[in-house]
């Protein structure tokens, strides 16, 4: 396991170093004592309203998460958040890294303020995403495969009201993928929760509990009725204030510019923050219609949820990625504009896997997991390590007898009083012969990598797992066969790292 940065934009870089103007990015507490306070003030502001019985049904937890989410209720306690929209078979490592942060943010800040503290995964299920949500990948036998379902016809409908039909060959793609097992529970877990009769946000739902429930970290299935009754004040104060609102986030997106910085979420002209979902297709507000309820449920905007998540929930923290963080800076321009409590927002942990057969072959070939990011460079750098010394040395000869031979000639024909050519065409003909040179050393390098199918292979099984088709590891490959391959000491290790990273948010 390998705690890296977390990647970012330059807006979000700067929102989490704190070098943000003031009111932009609401500022987390520093130290325990101040954690203390930011918890005594929520169970303070929770203490007559019942949010656990409210939203219950959407919960749906049992066991640990349970216990933890009774112990937080009543004003007893405080929650800490993170969420992603559904993903196939569960979405990629980086959706159980958010939700690993979250237990282990909890946890600390359960040990620095002595209040019960419950992590909660928000699955915006109400999300219409299906393109997003239909793909995942895994790395097999050093190739990076797409599994991808088929979409619907008719509208785009709300992940939760989406047939998720037939998925039982992909499920099997996945399982090949995962190879070896330690834990088969999880592929049964996967093959239970993926049922032909599911949608695609049960599914996800349903196998998010199965894994993460054990461990304390409850699931909120956020597109159910439960959520939008609880929800529905704060969408109607969104909707009567939607003018204003608007004004407010055309005037950040202002600053935001004038200070270097592109906004994550581009405004849309006469659009209100509030969905209206009829038969689970989901219709933007106009804000010329604001003033009424809508026909349907009442759902919000990325930028309008986190300050929803706040008002139903006593959320001390939100544990966001990169994308995430930056679209911050916009929402408490909503929240002001709304007046309603802004919510905090805090770097989720992140980090790449490292497999045993991964860090044997780092460990062969004398490789650091980021020299894999440049799959051309590495591939020719061992490949030159395996080039015969005579070709290598016979290269080199070649090269200096062009140097030399270069500048005998530029000397002898400069010192002809009748000047024969020009200096730039003998220079120009040096490039030349040096360029096919150039092309002569790569076809000998590929000559080398084509023999050496060992080496290439190895960095082909080490690349699809550390950075599948160029890109990092967390984003792209699914999680549920690293699962299978390792069982609960995988879930142990990343929640070590989360743990290390959680001290430090509360440290600030």
Do not use: C
């Not at 409210?54 to 009543?74: E, I, M, N, V």
């Not at 032909?196 to 956020?222: H, M």
């Not at 160029?470 to 743990?499: C, I, S, T, Y």
């Amino acid at each position: 396991m390998l705690t890296r940065a977390l990647g970012a934009s330059k807006l979000a870089a700067e929102a989490t170093a704190g070098r943000l103007p003031p009111g932009w990015i609401t500022p987390a507490p520093r130290g325990a004592e101040a954690w203390r306070a930011q918890a005594e003030r929520l169970r303070s502001e929770f203490a007559t309203r019942d949010w656990h019985a409210a939203l219950a049904p959407a919960f749906g937890a049992s066991g640990a998460a349970a216990a933890r989410l009774k112990a937080s209720a009543g004003g007893r306690g405080i929650v800490v958040t993170t969420g992603q929209q559904p993903g196939l078979f569960g979405g990629p490592i980086y959706t159980w890294s958010k939700a690993l942060s979250a237990l282990a943010l909890a946890d600390a800040l359960e040990r620095a303020t002595g209040v019960p503290v419950a992590p909660v995964f928000w699955a915006a299920t109400y999300d219409a995403d299906f393109a997003e949500a239909a793909v995942t990948f895994v790395a097999h036998d050093g190739e990076v495969e797409r599994l991808a379902m088929t979409r619907p016809a008719g509208d785009a409908r709300r992940l939760r009201d989406t047939p998720l039909g037939d998925v039982s060959a992909l499920a099997a793609e996945l399982e090949r993928a995962a190879g070896a097992t330690v834990d088969r529970g999880i592929l049964d877990q996967m093959r239970a929760a993926y049922a032909p009769t599911a949608t695609v946000g049960s599914a996800y739902v349903a196998l998010l509990r199965a894994v993460l429930e054990p461990l304390g970290i409850a699931v909120l299935d956020a597109g159910h009725p439960a959520v939008a009754a609880a929800s529905a004040a704060t969408l109607q104060r969104a909707l009567a204030g939607a003018a204003t609102t608007d004004a407010a986030l055309l005037a950040r997106e202002r600053d935001l510019r004038a200070a270097g910085f592109e906004p994550k979420v581009p405004h849309v002209k006469g659009l209100s923050l509030v969905f209206d979902v009829v038969d689970g297709v989901r219709r933007r507000i106009p804000i010329a219609d604001a003033a009424r309820s809508g026909g349907g449920v009442l759902e919000p905007n990325v930028l309008l949820r986190p300050v929803v998540e706040r008002a139903i929930l006593p959320t001390a923290a939100y544990l966001a990625g990169p994308g995430e963080l930056a679209y911050f800076a916009q929402v408490s321009a909503v929240a002001a504009a709304l007046d309603l409590a802004p919510p905090i927002a805090l770097p989720r942990w992140a980090g790449v896997i490292i497999e045993p057969h991964v860090a044997r072959i780092l460990e062969r070939h004398e490789l650091a997991p980021e020299d894999l990011d440049d799959a051309h460079a590495v591939d020719s750098r061992l490949a030159r390590r395996r080039m015969p010394a005579r070709v290598e040395a016979a290269l080199s000869h070649y090269r200096a007898a062009l140097d030399t031979a270069s500048r005998d000639l530029s000397a002898a024909v400069a010192s002809d009083t009748a000047a024969l050519v020009p200096e730039e065409v003998l220079e120009g003909a040096r490039r030349t012969i040096a360029h096919r040179l150039d092309r002569l050393e790569r076809r000998l390098v590929a000559a080398v990598r084509r023999r050496e199918r060992g080496l290439m292979r190895d960095l082909a099984v080490a690349r699809a797992s550390l950075f599948p088709l160029g890109k990092p590891q967390e984003r792209m490959l699914n999680f549920v066969p690293l699962l299978a391959r390792h069982g609960a000491p995988l879930l142990d290790l990343v929640r070590a790292a989360a743990e290390e990273h959680a001290a430090a948010l509360i440290r600030g």
